[in-house]
């Protein structure tokens, strides 16, 4: 597998993710409070969120071993940045995930649906995180250069800055 950019390759999956899971959680809630669906059909949203969540974690991990040699171009305060909001993201959505398989597995009908509807709310808090890590990640990329540590470019704006932190940056 090419290693240079799996990174950037696997980190689209949480992100889209991000934005599906609460259409769906959405409509599975409905269809089930409804009854025009069994309960059982949440596990979909289930599933989905574990792929998020594991997805997430590999991709954290796949940045872990980026950042050392983006480091070279980019201000570690940038990539701890994006790190930091990244981490948020896919730990709020294991916690989203716990809420889930309660949801799904409580028996009570009032409590599981109460509980799903609280997950539902979880991914659309979600959704701002993903936005916020994503934002940093493309900070890094688009703003920052990070990509220039692999293609040994480097511009005029990173030469005078270098990686010490002199960049720009508004949130």
């Known amino acids: 597998m090419n290693q240079l950019f799996f990174h950037p390759k696997l980190v ?8 599906i899971i609460p259409l769906v959680a959405t409509g599975l809630l409905i ?4 009854d025009w669906l069994p309960k059982r059909t ?39 940045e994006h790190a930091e909001r990244a981490e948020t993201y896919v730990w709020f959505g ?22 799903a509807t609280i997950a539902t709310l979880g991914t659309l808090v979600g959704v701002a995180l993903d936005y916020r890590a994503g934002e940093a990640g493309g900070d890094l990329v688009y703003r920052y ?8 470019v ?11 932190g002199d960049h720009e940056h508004h949130d």
């Open 42 to 80: 949440w596990i979909v949203a289930i599933a989905l969120q574990a792929l998020l969540v594991g997805a997430g974690f590999v991709t954290i991990d796949s940045g872990e071993d980026q950042a050392q040699r983006v480091a070279h171009v980019v201000a570690k305060q940038h990539i701890h």
């Open 12 to 19: 689209h999956l949480p992100v889209a993710l991000g934005l």
């Open 145 to 152: 250069g990070a990509a220039q540590a692999y293609t040994g």
């Open 31 to 34: 269809c089930w409070w409804r």
């Open 154 to 164: 480097i511009s005029s704006q990173q030469h005078a800055g270098g990686a010490t």
């Open 94 to 115: 294991v916690g989203v995930l716990a809420v889930m398989l309660l949801a799904g597995i409580v028996r009570h009908r009032r409590s599981s649906l109460a509980l």
